[in-house]
Every structure is written in structure tokens, then in C-alpha cells.
């Protein structure tokens, strides 16, 4: 069975500080692997998705992340941190199977910003 | 990108009646809806898949009987929640995408639900 692990419950970083969120997963097969954002009682943003071909994958806001098959991970990073981004932050796993897919998300990472 | 509409934002309810939630795609065909549930600081589980036309699929552990989900057109899922008690009270958070699996799926906002 497929699943995430996000080892980093809760972060806190100065504004303006770089940033790395670590994702690792267990799959038997390609990942298809996605970062999500959450604001307090809000749905999920979509971040970034690795599917295929280059392994740095970029996303919106700033962010990036790089899928690494021999450690399994893709953490997530971003080079200057803006206030703004405080949030919690979700790693998942895609499965798609025949007519079946499902995402298996990581139990997220809260980040916190400080000024 | 393409936007999913969840209604309501919150509700209470009293135990004993039941609530509808619906999550609506508003510009494209959802041919495939989800449905999480989210307790406090943890994470989303994934409750249920839905195709249009065709009977959800629960995961492993949550009661069907219990969360009606349909799936009547392309545009729209309901989650009704029957015989709401205070421990069904949750996050939940519906998402949908279209045909082609590589496109991401749009999550809805999400839904407070209170039952006391």
C-alpha cells in the first residue's frame, strides 16, 4: 500500500529564511507525487506535481521540489520565505490503476513564520 | 485554474437529522469526485471516490450507510450525512477532476461540520 510520511510536524522559519519541507513515500511503482498548501479552514491549493522527465519540478508561489527515487523523497523548498506562506503544508502520493486513482496524503507539516 | 465550489462553509446540526453537503465544478466536467474527511491537525482520509452515473467507491472502514454520496451529473456530488451524532463532526473537504487523470484535482473549500 502506498504512503507518506512528513517527518516535520510543525517548522518555524524567519521571513526571508529559505525553507525545505521533507516528504518521504512508499510506492510500489512511479510515483505520481503533489504538494498541496491549506490555510486555516480552507481547501487545498495545488503547489506542484511530479509525474514524469525532469526531476525538479517547479510550482506556483515560488516554490520547488526535487524527486529523488533512490532516498524515495521530494522534499519541498523555496529560497525566501514570505510571511504569507504560513500554512500547512500536505505531501501526497497519486495511484492510478484501470479506472481507479486516489491520492494518500502526508499527515502535513504546519509552517510558521516569523518576522 | 478550475474552481470547486463546497456548500456550505459550515453547519451545525443536532444529533439525530442529517445534512447534505454538495461540491460543485464550476467550469469543468467532474467525471470523478472525492470526498476527505479532515479531524483537527491531522491529515485528509480519504472517505469515498464517486463516478459520474456509477456508485461510490467507500474506503475500508467508512460506513455507506451512513455517508450517502451522489454522483448525478457532472457538475455535482452531495455527501449527506444521516443520523449525524457528535463524533461524525469534521472537516470535510470534497475534490474533483476531469477525465484525464494527469490533470491535478481541484479541491473544494471545505465544510465545518458541527453536530451537537
Known amino acids: 500500500a502506498q504512503s507518506v510520511t512528513q517527518p516535520d510536524i510543525h517548522i518555524t522559519v524567519s521571513e526571508g529564511a529559505s525553507l525545505e519541507l521533507r516528504c518521504n513515500y512508499s510506492?510500489?511503482?512511479?510515483?505520481?507525487l503533489f504538494w498541496y498548501v491549506q490555510s486555516p479552514g480552507q481547501g487545498l491549493q495545488l503547489l506542484l506535481k511530479y509525474f514524469s522527465g525532469d526531476t525538479l519540478v517547479q510550482g506556483i508561489k515560488g516554490f520547488e521540489a526535487e524527486f529523488k527515487r533512490s532516498q524515495s523523497s521530494f522534499n519541498l523548498r523555496k529560497p525566501s520565505v514570505h510571511w504569507s506562506d504560513a500554512a500547512e503544508y500536505f505531501c501526497?502520493?497519486?495511484?492510478?490503476?484501470?479506472?481507479?486513482?486516489?491520492?494518500?496524503f502526508g499527515t502535513g507539516t504546519r509552517l510558521q513564520v516569523t518576522l | 485554474g478550475a474552481v470547486v465550489s463546497q456548500h456550505p462553509s459550515w453547519v451545525i446540526c443536532k444529533s439525530g437529522t442529517s445534512v447534505k453537503i454538495e461540491c460543485r465544478s464550476l467550469d469543468f466536467q467532474a467525471t470523478t469526485m472525492f470526498w476527505y474527511r479532515q479531524f483537527p491537525k491531522q491529515s485528509l482520509m480519504l472517505m469515498a471516490t464517486?463516478?459520474?452515473?456509477?456508485?461510490?467507491?467507500?474506503e475500508q472502514g467508512v460506513e455507506k450507510d451512513k455517508f450517502l454520496i451522489n454522483h448525478a451529473s457532472l457538475t455535482l456530488s452531495t455527501l449527506t450525512v444521516t443520523s449525524a451524532h457528535p463524533e461524525d463532526s469534521s472537516f470535510y473537504i470534497c475534490?474533483?477532476?476531469?477525465?484525464?487523470?494527469?490533470?491535478?484535482?481541484?479541491f473544494g473549500q471545505g465544510t465545518r461540520l458541527t453536530v451537537v
Open positions: 501526497a502520493v497519486g495511484s492510478h490503476t484501470g479506472t481507479a486513482s486516489k491520492l494518500t
Open positions: 475534490s474533483a477532476r476531469d477525465r484525464d487523470w494527469f490533470t491535478e484535482a481541484f
Open positions: 464517486s463516478n459520474e452515473g456509477s456508485k461510490a467507491t467507500y
Open positions: 510506492y510500489g511503482a512511479t510515483p505520481y
